[in-house]
């Protein structure tokens, strides 16, 4: 049976162990440019010993962006900042993907240069994002209602996500990860709550599910399907979601999505964001439906993430929060080690105090 510290065979590449780092958003890329600096190369370089890294949302335009201090990989500039990332990660024989990011109706005006965002449909909506005022401080601030993105803009916004994978590829990336989780655009398309369209994206399943397919084989077409993963949370309460028949989409999509071969599907699971636990028999139906690589996050420990190891439902387990606060992480889980509590009032913005200052574990000799 598999334990975390196993080495685990990707279709791209062969991860060190099953510890990989979840995605995490933290708003520290100075604006407007939005490009990674030496802060984010020595926090990711630092926690190179996941056997995967999943960058935080990384946005594919400014029509993607929704926070303030979130990198973009759609500049030269950008790519040239995030190759000086992966030098850095794989120099310390790591691996690292980028999330690839299109927040939809997840943003404000003032980071989309005077716009409101775009979304399925144009419904109003209770959700609210991450800005930094006039002097950096990070403020929340209420998502006005978006536009309903135009069936003539769907070729461009595919383009988009070509444009930010060939540019993933040119730094240096080991997988692209599209983002289709935690209710930005590519959920807001999939799930009944945000999408009210008539046309051939909106209504039933197949419809709703069409335009992140799209993009599936848009990003696919760029690169090929072993460097593609796509992250999904079906069922999750989040920026104002909330599905009924989200279960059977996640069961849709696994579906499509082993069809295409992916190189793998990272489960978000609702309860860490105020959903429901997931029970095994969802759990099993995913595995069902698609049989190569799966990651689950969410909540998890060593003792959750050995269960569902062992219960043949993931092959690998993403950590976010713990990651944080634990650049050893691998290590610390491997000896049963005590884990650093996270700073959460240094979490989202700022500089390097509550980023790249947690300290490794002490070797015992
Ligand atoms: C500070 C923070 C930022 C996050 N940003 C992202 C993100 O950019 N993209 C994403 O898919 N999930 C994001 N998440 C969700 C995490 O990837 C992860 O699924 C969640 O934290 C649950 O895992 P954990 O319990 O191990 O922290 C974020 C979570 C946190 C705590």
Known sequence: MPTLHDSLALPAFTATNRIFMAPMTRMRAPEPADIPTELHREYYRQRATAG??????????????GYSGAPGIYTDEQVEAWRAVTDAVHAEGGRIAIQLWHVGRVTHPHVQGGTPGVSASALPFEGRTNIKDADGNV???????????????????????????????????DM?????????????????????????????????????????????GEWDAAHVGIRLSPMIKFVGLDDADGMEMGIYMARELA???????????????????????????????????????????????????????????AFGRPFIANPDLPERLAVGADLNDVDFSRVYGGDAAGYIDYPVMETVR
Do not use: C
């Open 259 to 317: 069809d295409r071969d992916l190189g793998y599907l990272h489960l978000v699971e609702p309860d860490w964001a105020g959903g429901p636990e997931l029970d095994d028999e969802f759990r099993t139906a995913v595995r069902d439906a698609f049989p190569g690589i799966i990651i689950a996050a969410g909540s998890y420990d060593r003792a959750k993430g050995t269960r569902v190891l062992e219960g043949g439902w993931a092959d690998a387990i």
């Open 176 to 220: 692209v990860e599209i983002h289709g989780a935690n209710g930005y655009l590519l959920q807001q398309f999939m799930s009944i709550s945000t999408n009210a369209r008539d046309d051939q994206y909106g209504g039933s399943m197949e419809n709703r599910a069409r335009l992140p397919l799209e993009v599936v084989d848009a990003v696919v």
């Open 52 to 65: 995967l890294i999943v960058t935080e949302g990384v946005q594919i335009s400014l029509e993607g962006k």
């Open 139 to 173: 403020i929340s601030v209420d998502a006005p209602t978006p536009r309903a993105l135009r069936l003539d803009e769907i070729p461009r916004l595919l383009e988009d996500y070509r444009h930010a994978t060939r540019n993933a590829r040119a730094a240096g990336f």
